[in-house]
């Protein structure tokens, strides 16, 4: 096999767009000045394609796919230095940092915050308010995690609430599987809205410099609107289990074990949202601006033992992110990202509205089927590269933003979210010896598919109609 036919077989598996582009176009010059594929752009290749193939694959080999990219980048810089493209200190540099030291930090807050029960009295107090509505309950607790995935990622919202709809649901002994799925599909979804609520918003926001402020300018009205279309399609997803008679649960009640450190808390998280709107203004970093309030909620709960708080933070999510970053700067190093780019900017500057809604469809599709974190890591640095021959990449960032969060919701390992809530349902179907409090890819596929596929249309219809305002480049 030539280096040319595989080069296509790995640019159909990694990136479709530019098989589509090339579709579309025949023979496409290329930008500029030309790249010559090379060995060291087909080594960067292949070891990003095996890796990225470990990652979506991480059911049938068993390997934890932290432990995949991690190899994945030991091997990147390992040939990278082989071939003289990259190297341990080039590395460290294609970390971004503002990413890995903002979700730590954030993560550590909301872990100073679940022990003071505070989360659980929420939960109490939204299943007595539904009376045994179901719908309502539904609502309330899909409500409550969208709110919370607007400034939390929504990795660590349903970390938080997952167990707690568990808890409702087997206090009014009903199935737990449309709160779950919900939980999950409204956070993704949501998620999207704000520049902290999903992983790859932090990527794309970091690496494009766009502040909190813009991102929510923008994302914030078509997600809203396609939350609702899906609040609405969750009623008629889940018609049968939300028919069921509840138990009644007005007699439960949770009282806060640390009210001091719960109202400090929301304090300093609102306190955290005025900063991350000002973090322009002030040169303030994300990231700076989460390690605030996590210093200060610190201080405020002396009495927390750190030891045991750093112990609920999602180490293997932060290395997992750290080595895509390593894997994907060294093809990046090598060019090979570049000469991709290559081919599919003349389709882009050609019609850039098109472009933009078929990365973003190409985007969920992808993410649905590799899980939308290691897709936007390879996606990145590709608009960044078309920004450097003076493409408005705009509207591709806000493309790429909502196709990888709503692309999330098609399959159970579309986002870490998903597959933390396909977790805690495989253990209490274990636990309790039921098959059918078992959440499977193909239940997903049924319930989130549609999800994503609503979410996607009406996205599509708002960036056909409000254009002007979504390609207008960032000051």
């Given amino acids: 096999m030539t280096n ?35 060995e060291a752009m087909l080594v960067s290749a292949i070891v990003l394609a095996v890796t990225f193939i470990g990652i979506f694959t991480e059911m049938l080999h068993g390997l934890e796919r932290m432990k995949v990219a991690a190899g994945g980048a030991i091997a990147m810089v390992i040939v990278g230095q082989i071939y003289g493209f990259y190297n341990p200190e080039l590395a460290v540099e294609a970390v971004d940092w503002n990413v890995v030291f903002l ?62 709809i568990i808890l409702i ?21 949501g998620g999207v809205a704000t520049l902290v609520g999903d992983p790859p918003n932090l990527m794309i926001g970091s690496a494009a410099n766009i502040s909190f402020n813009d991102f929510a300018i923008h994302m914030f009205p078509p997600v809203f609107i396609a939350w609702i279309g899906v609040l ?51 040169h303030w970093e994300p990231w700076f ?7 200060s909620l610190m201080y405020v709960s002396r009495k927390i033992i750190m030891d045991n708080t750093f112990e609920h933070v999602e180490i293997t999510l932060l290395v997992f992110f750290i080595s895509l ?29 098109v472009a933009t809604i078929i990365l973003m469809w190409v985007g969920a599709i992808m993410s649905a089927a590799i899980d939308n974190i290691p897709f936007t890591a390879a996606m990145i640095p ?8 003076g493409i408005n990449v705009t509207p591709l960032w806000w493309g790429l933003a909502i196709g990888v ?45 549609p999800v994503m596929l609503l979410t996607l249309v009406i996205s599509t219809i708002f960036f056909i109609i409000f254009w002007d305002f979504l390609s207008k480049p960032l000051a």
């Avoid at 649901?169 to 979804?189: E, F, G, H, V």
């Avoid at 009640?253 to 900063?275: F, H, T």
């Avoid at 994907?328 to 190093?333: K, N, P, R």
């Avoid at 590709?382 to 021959?389: D, K, P, Q």
């Fill in 382 to 389: 590709i608009i960044l590269s078309m920004e450097t021959v």
């Fill in 405 to 449: 969060g709503m692309g999330g919701n098609g399959t159970h390992i579309g986002s870490t979210a998903n597959v933390f809530i396909v977790t805690i349902s495989e253990r209490l179907a274990r636990n309790e010896n039921d098959p059918s409090l078992r959440i499977t890819p193909g239940l997903w596929f049924r319930k989130g598919l």
């Fill in 103 to 164: 979700l730590g930090a954030m993560m550590t807050v909301i872990a100073m915050m679940i022990p003071t029960g505070g989360f659980d009295m929420l939960a109490y107090r939204i299943a007595n308010f539904s009376k045994g509505r179901l719908y309502l309950l539904l609502a309330l607790i899909g409500t409550c995690v969208t709110v919370l995935s607007l400034l939390l990622d929504n990795v660590t919202t349903v970390v938080i609430f997952g167990p707690l």
């Fill in 169 to 189: 649901a087997r206090a009014q002994k009903i199935t737990p599987i449309p709160y779950l799925l919900a939980a999950a599909l409204l956070s993704d979804t």
């Fill in 232 to 282: 609405i399609l969750l009623k008629y997803l889940f018609k049968e289990e939300l028919a069921e008679t509840p138990a009644d649960v007005s007699d439960y009640s949770v009282e806060l074990k640390n009210p001091r450190v719960w109202n400090a808390s929301i304090v300093i998280l609102c306190v955290m949202v005025v900063l991350f709107m000002l973090h322009h203004t002030l």
């Fill in 4 to 38: 040319r036919s595989i080069f296509c077989v790995l640019a159909l598996i990694l990136f479709p767009i530019s098989a589509f582009a090339e579709a579309v176009h025949g023979q496409v010059s290329v930008v500029d000045e030309p790249l010559v594929f090379n």
């Fill in 325 to 353: 970053f390593m894997l994907v700067g060294g093809v990046e190093h090598s060019r090979f990202l570049m000469y991709i780019g290559n081919y599919i900017t003349p389709f882009v500057q050609q019609d850039l509205l």
């Fill in 289 to 295: 601006v989460a390690a605030i309030g996590m210093v």
